[in-house]
């Protein structure tokens, strides 16, 4: 997969050379947790925690694709998808996180490359999607800066044995979820709810980002791209009063800039820092630290999937925070004096209102304040509540309509100049939904947990006609 420029697209369809894809993360669909020298990750330690995900789920089987990625890969081909965004698990290629690679947990890898190249599909790797070794959080996971340089050794381990085959490398999905819910509000692994830890945790990440993207350079062609994954927020005040822009402003700095200054400016907004003084003296940037997170980049990779609504805080309003991510705590560091509030629109099984003209925000936002840079969206789609009918089949008009909104969003933002080269719909399968176990449902494949039985939902066969003639049905 390629991100050169390509020709502008008609109002009705995309451009040529458009990436279609679909994505899925190695925890949540993977299993085989134990086999071939795989170790613990923090997923693995907090799924096991009582209370902590719901059911008491975990991810040793998922949807065995360890076992199953054959049929997957030509369950992809039938849909016709040009490309698949994977992701490596680190505790799988070296366990614990540091010292000898496990050449049965690449050799995985391997198989699965070459049957999606075998079935002309291109695979995207992600080496990070938040199955930290549980090794390295027990030496203070994110926090402690170490972890990024052995991020690195993973980075370039698992390029030199796979960069021949693999064209597009990601080297972390929304760093925003492995520190601030991971170490802020404690929803995610490896469940810490300090926020002080959170941005620490959030620079170290960034920090394994750089020094990861040197390792990949070191190692891949030259042909081959980096990017980078995050889950930027469109951050909308309630009203146009000034408190309520400066709740905003607050958000938009916590969600987007914090992210997006230091890696394609190579610093950290005087605002965000003014902001969480009261949080942290960030003493933990170390000199060069910056020009190690701001290595140039091949694209930026996008996912979404609901707007964000804030306000300044009003005692008189109810003290719900709906900012989409669970838990008692809030996962945002210093965000006293502002509140959450509700997107209009109807809801997906998430709770989450569908609000398609975010993404079109998005995507316009960055071209216009990262000119040049390609982007990808990386992930977009919606759970409800999916269920096979006596006759074997999966009705899920819901998605369907999601699915077409926000394609039309993406299709509207490429008209006016955002340049974006591919669509990766999450997920292809059902799967392990983090805290939420086996309870929500993402996918356009309905998985069978009982038996792994796939079966194609509506959506699969609506987005297969949408990769095949690259034009949105009525």
């Known amino acids: 997969m390629s991100v050169e420029a390509l020709p502008s697209p008609v109002r009705t369809g995309?451009?040529?050379?458009?990436?279609?894809?679909?994505?899925?993360?190695?925890?949540?669909?993977?299993?085989?947790?134990?086999?071939?020298?795989?170790?613990?990750?923090?997923?693995?330690?907090?799924?096991?925690?009582?209370?902590?995900?719901?059911?008491?789920?975990?991810?040793?089987?998922?949807?065995?694709?360890?076992?199953?990625?054959?049929?997957?890969?030509?369950?992809?081909?039938?849909?016709?998808?040009?490309?698949?965004?994977?992701?490596?698990?680190?505790?799988?290629?070296?366990?614990?996180?540091?010292?000898?690679?496990?050449?049965?947990?690449?050799?995985?890898?391997?198989r699965l490359v070459d049957e999606l190249l075998e079935a002309d599909i291109?695979?995207?790797?992600?080496?990070?999607?938040?199955?930290?070794?549980?090794?390295?959080?027990?030496?203070?996971?994110?926090?402690?800066?170490?972890?990024?340089?052995?991020?690195?050794?993973?980075?370039?381990?698992?390029?030199?044995?796979?960069?021949?085959?693999?064209?597009?490398?990601?080297?972390?999905?929304?760093?925003?979820?492995?520190?601030?819910?991971?170490?802020?509000?404690?929803?995610?692994?490896?469940?810490?709810?300090?926020?002080?830890?959170?941005?620490?945790?959030?620079?170290?990440?960034?920090?394994?980002?750089?020094?990861?993207?040197a390792a990949l350079r070191a190692e891949l062609p030259a042909a081959a791209q980096v990017s980078l994954t995050l889950n930027l927020a469109a951050v909308r005040p309630v009203s146009d009063d000034p408190a309520d822009l400066d709740a905003a402003r607050r958000i938009d700095g916590l969600a987007n800039r914090i992210f997006l200054d230091p890696v394609f400016h190579g610093s950290y907004p005087a605002d965000v820092l003014a902001d969480t003084a009261e949080v942290t003296d960030w003493s933990f940037v170390h000199d060069g630290d910056l020009a190690e997170i701001s290595r140039p980049i091949d694209s930026l990779g996008i996912n979404y999937y609901t707007p964000t609504v804030v306000g300044a805080d009003d005692p008189a309003a109810p003290a719900d925070r709906q900012d989409g991510h669970a838990g008692e705590l809030s996962p945002w560091p210093a965000d006293r004096g502002v509140r959450f509030l509700p997107a209009e629109g109807s809801r997906t099984a998430m709770g989450w209102p569908v609000d398609a003209d975010g993404l079109y925000e998005l995507l316009t936002r960055l071209r216009d304040d990262l000119p040049g840079v390609p982007l990808l969206v990386t992930e977009n789609g919606a759970a409800y509540e999916d269920y096979c009918d006596p006759s074997g089949a999966v009705h899920d008009p819901e998605r369907i309509a999601y699915l077409r909104g926000h394609l039309a969003a993406v299709r509207r933002a490429i008209a006016d100049g955002a340049p974006v080269r591919g669509y990766f719909l999450w997920s292809l399968l059902d799967n392990f939904e983090w805290a939420y176990g086996y309870s929500k449902r993402f996918g356009i494949v309905h998985v069978d947990f009982a038996s792994q039985r796939r079966t194609p939902k509506d959506s699969a066969h609506w987005y297969a006609e949408v990769v095949r003639t690259g034009v949105l049905p009525d």
């Open 14 to 110: 995309f451009p040529p050379g458009f990436v279609w894809g679909t994505a899925t993360a190695a925890y949540q669909i993977e299993g085989a947790a134990a086999e071939d020298g795989r170790t613990p990750s923090i997923w693995d330690t907090f799924s096991r925690t009582p209370g902590k995900v719901r059911n008491g789920d975990t991810g040793d089987i998922a949807a065995d694709h360890y076992h199953r990625y054959r049929d997957d890969v030509a369950l992809m081909a039938r849909l016709g998808l040009g490309a698949y965004r994977f992701s490596l698990a680190w505790p799988r290629i070296v366990p614990g996180g540091r010292g000898p690679v496990n050449e049965a947990g690449l050799d995985f890898y391997d």
């Open 122 to 213: 291109a695979p995207v790797a992600t080496l990070y999607h938040w199955d930290l070794p549980q090794e390295l959080e027990d030496a203070g996971g994110w926090t402690n800066r170490e972890t990024a340089y052995r991020f690195a050794e993973y980075a370039q381990a698992a390029a030199r044995r796979l960069g021949d085959r693999i064209p597009t490398w990601t080297t972390l999905n929304e760093p925003w979820c492995s520190a601030f819910l991971g170490y802020g509000n404690g929803v995610h692994a490896p469940g810490r709810t300090d926020p002080a830890q959170a941005l620490a945790a959030h620079h170290h990440l960034l920090l394994a980002h750089g020094l990861g993207t």
